[in-house]
């Protein structure tokens, strides 16, 4: 009757979160922008989002197959990265570009340092910043209904500071209906999609609020042309500040280190926006605070119960 | 309102109900073995004080030690001592125990306090005597001897006397039912234990999880009319029982890592250890016998028994109906802490609370992943410390840095395990790296911390 009697170490019960549910919940809220993505940029955009995940997903298989791993794509973190990865990108990006992205994203950026958990930076991240060196003319070639433009933040660089005029209603950068990447353009579905993160427990505040707030807040000190709202609003910050900050692996563990990481976030976006060569500050700002996450760690360990600081 | 309490610590499904209602059956079986490891205790094991063939009345002493830490055994029914030799034990290992057969007469010899020749019933100072002489450990599952707790080192103001009343632990009921069948013994044990400590307040700590039992104990403590004594409601949440983060959420003290809860002023007892200091001083009876909670998704009819030590697993269990399909688990004590056995005969000890039994579909069979480093678990440790650091430095093998970074801190409650996505064992781990951490302390002979 007892003859199968399991034997482990405590606890014998589980919260039921695994790894899999979470990048369910990241994928789900991910749905409204790519959705918004399709609606404004059109079928191909989706088409780009497609190559993006498969690439990504086969990249991981067959790698770790390769490798004599076991397989771990069930657990959808390849899928999310493909996700943003695509997100990030132009709608009219030569799809095998896309795809060589994602094999850098997934191979060189996350299974060369150990696979899920190990990678020092944002594999999406990663991958999109080696496309903008490699193809920096199909990378920052934005349509909107058949017509090329600049993004509002191009156009801010640019200096049409003049007129403020020329830059697209603050309506349009809300519901995502300006040139910019398939994922980041619109502020509404982005804020859904965080909000359910939020709710749901799988990211916390503190980064996409510290972030959001921090750029909010420099941009009025530099006293940039487009105003606090343009600013939060257009260019990547929030996809960044919810999606790609929030990242696990490349964000730090505790309450304190998270704040430090956003805030650090906030002041490179801003700085990079106002005085950089880009337009857009986003990807850089967090992949070069990614590299700090060990650093901020270490110093940002909690105080264990009862130990007095010194 | 919002109660003080710890930081950290997660919420568990409590599976309280399947046995909360469930009033304490007395349960002697009439015949049949009894196995009592000469080891129920943190401390020295005891020799034993009897040989093979002789007779034993319930009550009477089988192995005792000198040492000061270490607590007798006694024999839980009457009848003839079969054997005195190695029987498999509760965590699987073969110690050392003495074999009861029991006759059923449940013949009961001479109290300690008569044995000791002392009045009835005890007089305070002497106390800690009756309290040594009658095997009290702390029955919440630490097993340390209670003597040795009540005798703080000098120096030491006891500014709170706190009677752990929490029963964090999921599915166990053993601690509530005591508190609501018997809240007169346990008062009356908490107005004898604050006649030691002159200048403490008296706590009964219970979580709002049941209700009934603070206002029960509530009441009792009123009749009594002591000034001292007081219940405290506690949030619920795991795991508020462990002794630091009690005394952290009643006192907003912290214990300093390496220091007892003496030194903050504090000293906290398990009730069913109260209620074995209330039989001892004034009945002179010795730890005999205990509530356990036989639980679990698999077990027919659950319920709280009230059995002699000694009795196997198998039995209880039988009594408690058997199981409706076979257990891939079946634990000593809760889910959180409990410890897997391997074989249901095996003797039930001072510190065993519950039996738990899962089946497949309730417990974790856990399958590893790559840890995210989504730090649930930082959030999650009530001793705040970072789980997946201390996992990644034991499976390196650089203990010295399992150390530093406070590994020996880790209470071993099982929260960041519960809470890991990726199922990592990091409990495990921790336990793995303060076990070689405290052997290579033993080799090198240095004094322990």
Wanted: proline residues 7%; neutral net charge.
């Amino acid at each position: 009757m007892t003859s199968r009697l399991v034997i482990a170490s405590s606890p014998h019960i589980h919260s039921g979160l695994t790894t899999q549910k979470i990048m369910g919940w990241v994928l789900l809220s991910l749905l409204p922008a790519g959705l918004a993505g399709a609606c404004f940029f059109g079928a191909r955009a989706l088409t780009v989002v497609a190559v993006c995940v498969v690439t990504c997903v086969l990249s991981e298989a067959l790698w770790q197959k390769a490798m004599g791993q076991p397989i771990t794509v069930s657990d959808l973190s390849a899928a999310v990265t493909g996700v943003l990865l695509a997100y990030n990108l132009p709608p009219t990006i030569p799809l095998w570009m896309a795809g060589l992205g994602s094999v850098f994203a997934i191979i060189l950026c996350k299974q060369f340092f150990g696979g899920l958990g190990g990678n020092i930076v944002n594999p999406a991240l990663a991958g999109r910043a080696m496309m903008l060196i490699s193809w920096p003319v199909a990378m920052t070639t934005w349509t909107l209904n058949g017509v090329s433009g600049a993004t509002p933040l191009a156009l801010i660089k640019e200096g049409v500071s003049a007129s403020v005029d020329a830059l697209p209603p603050l309506w349009d950068l809300v519901i995502g209906r300006v040139g910019g990447c398939i994922g980041e353009t619109s502020a509404v579905a982005l804020l859904l999609g965080g909000g359910l993160l939020i709710w749901k427990g799988i990211i916390s505040w503190r980064i996409p609020v510290v972030y959001i707030a921090v750029v909010a807040v420099l941009s009025l000190l530099l006293g940039r042309t487009g105003g606090v709202f343009y600013e939060v609003l257009a260019g990547g910050l929030l996809l960044g500040a919810f999606f790609m900050a929030t990242d696990y692996t490349t964000s730090p563990m505790t309450a304190r280190g998270q704040i430090i990481f956003a805030a650090g976030c906030g002041l490179l976006t801003a700085l990079i926006r106002t005085f950089g060569g880009y337009p857009e500050g986003v990807s850089y700002s967090i992949l070069i605070m990614n590299l700090t996450v060990p650093l901020i760690d270490g110093m940002t360990k909690p105080r264990i119960l009862g130990e007095v600081k010194k | 309102m919002k109660l003080p309490s710890f930081e950290g610590g997660v919420h568990p499904p409590d599976g309280k109900a399947l046995t909360a209602e469930k009033a304490v059956e007395l349960y002697q079986p009439q015949g049949g073995e009894l196995i009592f490891p000469l080891l129920q205790h943190l401390g020295a094991p005891c020799s034993p004080a009897v040989k093979r063939g002789d007779r034993v009345l319930r009550g009477q002493k089988l192995a005792d030690s000198d040492a000061f830490v270490s607590a007798p055994i006694f024999s839980s029914v009457s009848g003839t001592v079969k054997d005195i030799g190695p029987r498999m034990t509760i965590p699987g290992s073969l110690e050392e125990c003495v074999v009861v057969e029991n006759d059923g007469l449940y013949e009961t010899g001479p109290d300690l306090l008569e044995t000791l020749g002392l009045s009835r019933p005890a007089a305070p100072e002497e106390y800690l005597k009756v309290i040594r002489a009658a095997g009290i450990v702390g029955m919440g599952g630490a097993c340390f001897p209670t003597h040795v707790k009540l005798a703080p080192p000098e120096g030491r103001v006891i500014r709170w006397f706190i009677v752990n009343g929490a029963e964090c632990e999921p599915f166990l009921n053993c601690d509530n039912r005591l508190m609501l069948e018997s809240p007169d013994i346990l008062a009356e044990g908490l107005q004898l234990c604050l006649s030691l400590f002159p200048q403490a307040e008296g706590i009964v700590a219970i979580e709002t999880n049941k209700p009934e039992s603070i206002q029960t104990m509530s009441l009792e403590l009123e009749r009594l009319g002591d000034p001292r004594m007081r219940v405290a409601p506690q949030e619920v949440k795991y795991p508020q029982g462990a002794e630091k983060m009690l005394i952290r959420s009643v006192t907003g003290q912290e214990i300093p890592p390496g220091a007892l809860p003496a030194d903050v002023g504090c000293i906290i007892v398990n009730v069913r250890t109260l209620y074995q200091i209330h039989q001892a001083l004034t009945l002179g009876t010795p730890v005999l016998d205990r509530i356990i909670s036989v639980t679990g998704d698999v077990v027919v009819s659950p319920g709280n028994f009230c059995v002699p030590l000694g009795i196997s697993v198998r039995e209880l269990v039988e009594r408690a109906g058997g199981f409706s399909e076979d257990p891939v688990k079946v634990l000593a004590g809760g889910p959180m802490m409990g410890i897997s056995m391997r074989s249901l005969d095996v003797p039930i000890v001072k510190g065993t609370s519950g039996i738990l039994a899962l089946s497949e579909r309730s417990a974790l069979l856990p399958v590893e992943s790559n840890c995210l480093r989504c730090g649930r678990c930082v959030e999650a440790c009530p001793m705040r410390l970072v789980p997946s650091n201390l996992d990644h430095l034991v499976r390196l093998r650089d203990y010295t840095a399992f150390e530093q970074a406070g590994g020996m801190n880790c209470i071993e409650c099982g929260c960041c395990t519960y809470n890991c996505p990726a199922s990592r064992f990091l409990t495990q781990t921790c336990r793995d790296g303060k076990a070689a951490v405290t052997a290579e302390r033993r080799k090198k002979g240095a004094p322990k911390k």
